[in-house]
């Protein structure tokens, strides 16, 4: 093997190793949650730690929204990897939610998502109702930046939403129409392709 493809193989290794290390810090990530969603029988509870654990490795904030049995929607946790700032009147009841709103909060509990709200078309929207001006507090409050909104669905129905907003890019690809999905990094393509022959000058 020569120098070049020593150094090949050593990078390509360095991927792999790269690779795993994400794997086990996600796979530990959700060993934590688990444990917090397990640990308590109390569900707002449940949300807090969860909250809690994904503080500060997914997020900077993290909120929970839940629909009562009637569907009106409440703020149940508020969470800022931030432990001196305050976050609790942030919580309560919030205005119903707007049915015709392209608010990507409310298009989530109407059974949409998981979406990504950009900070600026939250904070911007031509919207004068309550629920935008709820959403414009809360962006406001713990800074604008971009979220991640997934629904929390039991038997196919949505009980509510989960926000995680961070400074940096989530650990999710953002696809063009505005959804969501899971980042899963792969090993450098270098190491699936087929070695390139040298062309041939003559017979």
Do not use: Y
């Not at 962006?139 to 926000?163: M, Y």
Request: charged share 20%; net charge neutral; glycine share 8%.
């Amino acid at each position: 093997m020569g120098a070049g493809q020593e150094r090949g193989a050593a990078g390509n290794g360095g991927d792999v190793d790269a690779v795993l290390q994400t794997a086990l810090q996600r796979l530990a990530l959700l060993v934590e949650a688990t444990d917090a969603l397990s640990g308590t029988l109390d569900g707002r509870e449940a949300l807090r730690r969860l909250c809690r654990v994904l503080l500060p490795q997914l997020a900077d904030w993290c909120t929970a929204d839940l629909l009562d049995r009637q569907g009106r929607p409440s703020r149940v946790v508020v969470e800022h990897f931030d432990t001196a700032r305050p976050t609790a009147h942030l919580q309560g009841p919030l205005p119903d939610v707007p049915q015709a709103s392209v608010d990507p909060l409310a298009r989530v509990l109407r059974g949409a998502g998981p979406l990504v709200a950009d900070p600026e078309s939250v904070l911007d929207a031509d919207d004068a109702s309550a629920w935008h001006a709820a959403q414009v507090t809360l962006f406001t409050a713990l800074h604008a930046q971009p979220a991640v909104i997934a629904p929390l669905r039991a038997h196919r129905q949505v009980l509510g939403a989960l926000t995680l907003a961070a400074g940096h890019p989530p650990p999710l690809l953002i696809t063009p129409d505005g959804d969501a999905r899971l980042h899963r990094p792969a090993v450098h393509r270098r190491a699936h392709r087929a070695p390139r022959r040298a062309p041939r000058h003559g017979p």
